[in-house]
């Protein structure tokens, strides 16, 4: 009924919709919330302190486990226009095709049947490189889904008037964006051009961010663009609304099968740990991939994670099927079935607590200052990567006590 209403708010009354997503930002992230992630930083510390990172993602995948999913992932491409260097998706041996429309309008409204509605369109492609985005969207919208895109942004121009149209079920874009400088950026997200990038950002301001759509940046941490974080959330902030909201630095993570630019640029070795009890495996969220089979997770890049197939088989039963039972019992065994998961026997993460304490402190810096200038975001950066390095609460207090964030 909400994400109905929400739709015929957004189609009827656009600048009603406008006015109330800025009273909600208000009312809702304002200091409380700021409160609320130190007090998480608080208990993440005491965590830290007193048990290892197996033992609380173990704690975190019991009180996950087999809950149903609120979002969908559809595959409607597995293609994309470049090859970041960290995601590799050119390395994924699945036959790169186009979703068939009958599979995606069986697929929603299976997911539609579940509960679900909000989809997401992307695993390890880009949305904006499928030339038939407008059909999808038709679909989403004959459900009243929303639709989440996440996307590279490099070909923003082809669809910005499907953008615009669509605007009642698909209103948030994340733009994934790896650098501020040409070179960092060129090289990172191989085969995208800086200046193309820019001239989209642009056009998505003037006719997207105009009638009411809320962007977000994220970037992936690594050696090659840890420095100039500073000046990417001078340079890019001014393409989004809240800056302590929607820009978000994530800790690079082994998606891509090979390890090799993961273990050579990984910022954070110090808690770098083996994907124990990983999320993925407590609790199915249906991967529908191109082909229909359903995957359990991202990293699938040559389909071993498959653990059902929507052609065959209701949706609705696939968390207690046995394909998703596998994989989940060869998490909890702590045996050695793991090692029939090739994936996830070599899958690496960051400690999820480091990881949130990192983003909390940043959310808290960018709430309270919001108008520095690089030199001074630089500096927060270095010393939060320093703290994490040897993170205890005796350098927390420090580092926030320097930046008042308590
Ligand atoms: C795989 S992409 C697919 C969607 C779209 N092509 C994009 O780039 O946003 C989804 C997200 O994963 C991020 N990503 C890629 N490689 C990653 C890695 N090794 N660790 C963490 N995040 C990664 C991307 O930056 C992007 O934000
Ligand atoms: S991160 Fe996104 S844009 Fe980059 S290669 Fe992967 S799918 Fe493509
Ligand atoms: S590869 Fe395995 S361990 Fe890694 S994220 Fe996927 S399901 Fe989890």
Known sequence: MYYYLLSILKKRAPLLYQ????????????KKFINKLNKETS?????????????????EFFKTKDKKSKVGILEINNSCNINCVMCDTKSSSRKKKLMSLDLCEKSVKEMHDQGIRSILLHTIGDPLANAKLKDYLKILRKYNMQAGISTNGLM???HVDTLTEFFDICSNIRFSIDGVKKETYEKIRFGGIFEKLIE??????KKLKKIGYEFSIDLVISKDNFDELGEFIVFFKKYI?????????????????????????NTLKEHTSKNYYCQYASSLIPYVLVDGRVSACCRDYDGSLVVDDINKNKLENMGNGNGFKTLQNAHIEESDKIDNYDLCKSCYIIDTRVSKIWRNNITNLLYKYPN???EFYQNFFNENLNFLKNINDTNFKKLAQKYSLV
Not at 19 to 30: E, I, P, V, Y
Not at 200 to 205: D, H, K, P, S
């Open 43 to 59: 208990n993440l510390l005491n965590s830290i302190k007193n048990e290892s990172y197996y033992e609380f993602q173990k704690k």
């Open 19 to 30: 006015f109330l997503k800025k009273l909600k930002n208000k009312l809702f992230f304002n």
């Open 241 to 265: 609304n809240n800056p302590y909201k929607n820009m978000h630095f994530n800790f690079m993570t082994s998606l891509s099968p090979s390890n090799d630019y993961f273990l050579s640029h």
């Open 156 to 158: 923003l121009d082809k």
């Open 372 to 374: 520095e200038k690089a």
């Open 200 to 205: 989209n950002l642009n056009l998505a301001e």
